[in-house]
């Protein structure tokens, strides 16, 4: 596969607005969990809840997309210039040669439940209010970032979980190498909602503290938001040294439950291996990986058993999810930005929370932020129904 | 823009419920005539999962299993892409309707099922299937979308890909405001090479910049040009149809708003 250009980049989650205070909350190892307070809903967890999404104004022509998701994805939008990055991929390629591959994996549901809660007590239909194709199709936030930058080239939704925001950038590697764009806005938002909430909850794996990934007395996962995206671009001539580049990717199926990872982890191994594959690398090249780490008990252990198998006891390793929650369809891209950034600023981020140590996990999970050069990164995500997908940054070797 | 080829398709929609029959309406050979899809769910779902699994799972497998049986290709081999315009609606309903009436125990079932991926979860389930599986929706243009990323990804990983396109009909009140008629599932297994005497019609993506701003001929079936407004994955029908009758020519499908998907289809004996 050809290596694309990360010549744009943004992420907005419970740690921060844009990339200057993700940075700061991963220096200083802070959360933004808090206990759940989200509108009305009555679950004893912590989320990780974005402030002042609501706050954020839609645009009159734009109105039949306004619902939470949305606000969301056009207030992580307008950070670290990343429209500007995307007007200049724009004048280099045409509007027509920009994609669009956006990861969710409820889009607008609040909304959707919204207007369940307001039904017509007659009728019994839904409030006119609710426009189904700008809130609850998972389509729904595609369009509305497309409409929103202008872009005109191929654009998709994919749904894959909690793989989601992880698989759009292989879709979109794999559609420029194919010569149908030249660069392609990927990324991925999802917002709070009751139905993954209460969803999680009736799995029982939602814990009732902080998530503590890969500690031996994790309790489950805190769910978070977040709208993290990246603008990808083929190679257009010399670069400098400072660029980074998605050198790989690597998906795969767990063909084993729906809810449930294949328990020595054969998915997610295969996933990272096909990775390593496609970038040309071998696993010793690799200087950190960013787990998905959700903190329950069986993906942790799956994951550490993949993990051990591909890389051995000594790669470092951390999940950042203590930091910003479980931000499901969002995590793959929302990890992907901790990636770059810590490529880019020489150090690995440990979770806030790591409690103590799981002696049957055997890989070398980092209880401390560590610094020193560090130039390829993978990073994990793994969803229902046995979706993987991992990917590689760094600078070529 | 690089070829591909289909050799197997499975279909299933109202009235139609196999490719064999779809070929017959599609020539025009026998009158389409409107009716409701009938499922046939496939042998090989292990027991707990055909408890486990909707109708909109059903109907994806059961063409997802026919293109691999016409093309003489194992299940678990292809890479696979899974284009649906909208998640499970039965479940959808239910669990909005539950949260409403403010009961907050979401059955575990329905809510791993609610997930947009979960066709692609049971068909790895069901046929041992690891190969890299993509989920993708783009509204109308569902089927456009998946048949592009599936088009990308076979270029890319040179094995065959199995395209299923499908979607579901809603229950009131979601149905007012998503009107899908019933099920209709499409798949096509496609191949990087031709396979002489196998492969039924070549596709290439009509060039660099294979968009148009104006939709396609209508089809000369008026039930069936219905059909394929109707529900988002039948708007393959124009593509089946130039497949059935052996046609040389382009076809347009409903992608992106204003923005529709040109197809130059060949066939290949």
């Known amino acids: ?397 | 823009m690089h070829p591909v080829y289909v050799e197997g398709i499975g279909v299933l929609g109202p009235g139609m419920e196999s490719w064999q029959e779809a070929v017959c309406l599609l020539k025009g050979e026998h009158a389409y005539l409107p009716g409701k899809t009938i499922l046939s769910p496939p042998e090989s779902l292990p027991p707990a999962e055909r408890r486990r699994a909707s109708r909109g799972v059903m109907a994806a497998l059961q063409v997802g299993y026919a293109a691999c049986t016409m093309a003489g290709v194992l299940p678990a081999e292809p890479a696979s892409v899974f284009a649906s315009s909208g998640g499970d609606g039965d479940i959808c309903n239910a669990i909005c309707s539950a949260l409403a009436a403010d009961d907050h125990l979401i059955s575990p079932t329905q809510f791993h099922n609610s997930v947009h991926n979960a066709i692609s979860g049971y068909w790895g389930i069901a046929t041992g299937a690891m190969a890299p599986s993509s989920v993708v929706s783009a509204y109308d243009g569902s089927f456009a979308a998946g048949l592009l990323e599936a088009v990308s990804l076979l270029v890319s990983l040179r094995t065959p890909v199995l395209l299923v396109a499908s979607d579901q009909d809603y229950p009131f009140p979601l149905s007012a405001v998503r009107p899908v008629p019933d099920i209709f599932a499409v798949a096509l297994l496609l191949t990087v090479t031709p396979h002489p005497g196998k492969s039924l019609a070549q596709i290439r993506i009509a060039g660099d910049l294979p968009f148009a701003e104006l939709p396609g001929q209508a089809m000369s079936d008026l039930l069936l040009d219905d059909l394929s407004r109707a529900i988002p994955a039948a708007g393959c029908l124009p593509l089946l149809q130039s497949i059935a009758r052996q046609d040389t020519g382009n076809i347009v499908l409903v992608y992106l708003p204003s923005q529709y998907l040109v197809l130059e289809v060949a066939p290949c004996r």
């Open chain 1, 1 to 397: 596969m050809s290596i694309l250009m990360i010549s744009g980049m943004t992420a907005t989650s419970c740690i921060g607005r844009g990339l200057e205070q993700t940075l700061a909350a991963l220096h200083g190892r802070r959360s933004g969990l808090a206990p759940c307070a989200f509108r009305d809903m009555v679950v004893d967890t912590w989320v990780g809840e974005v402030a002042g999404v609501d706050d954020e104004k839609i645009d009159a022509d734009l109105r039949d997309f306004n619902c939470r998701n949305n606000r969301l994805a056009q207030l992580a939008l307008s950070q670290d210039g990343f429209a500007d990055a995307v007007e200049a991929a724009v004048s280099r390629w045409g509007r027509r040669r920009v994609g669009v591959f956006l990861g969710t994996s409820t889009a607008g549901m609040l909304r959707t439940e919204w207007a369940f809660r307001h039904r017509d007590a007659v009728s019994g239909q839904l409030p006119a209010e609710f426009v189904y194709a700008g809130t609850h199709s998972p389509y729904s936030l595609t369009e509305f970032v497309r409409r929103k930058l202008g872009l005109e080239g191929p654009a998709v939704a994919v749904s894959s979980a909690c793989s989601s925001s992880a698989k759009v950038f292989a879709s979109a590697q794999r559609m420029v190498d194919y010569g149908l764009i030249d660069a392609a806005v990927v990324g991925g938002v999802d917002s709070l909602c009751a139905t993954t909430l209460y969803g999680f909850e009736s799995l029982g794996l939602l814990a009732k503290e902080p998530c503590r990934p890969f500690s031996g007395d994790r309790a489950g996962i805190s769910i978070g938001e977040a709208a993290a995206y990246m603008l990808v671009e083929r190679m257009a001539g010399p670069q400098g040294r400072e660029a980074v580049w998605l050198l790989g990717v690597g998906e795969s199926s767990d063909a084993y439950h729906m809810s449930s990872p294949h328990p020595q982890g054969l998915g997610a191994r295969l996933a990272m291996e096909r990775a390593l594959v496609s970038a040309g690398l071998g696993p010793e090249h690799i200087d950190y990986i960013n787990l998905h780490g959700t903190g329950t008990v069986a993906n942790d252990a799956a994951e550490a058993i993949a993990i051990a198998n591909v890389f051995g006891t000594a790669t470092p390793c951390s999940s950042t999810k203590g930091a910003t929650g479980h931000t499901l369809g969002a995590a793959g891209a929302l990890e992907a930005a901790i990636c770059v950034l810590a490529i880019q600023n020489d150090f690995m981020p440990s979770s806030p929370y790591t409690g103590p140590r799981d002696q049957s996990l055997e890989i070398n999970y980092i209880s401390q932020n560590q610094g020193g050069a560090i130039s390829t990164v993978l990073s994990n995500s793994f969803g229902f129904g046995g979706s993987n997908c991992s990917l590689i940054f760094g600078r070529p070797i």
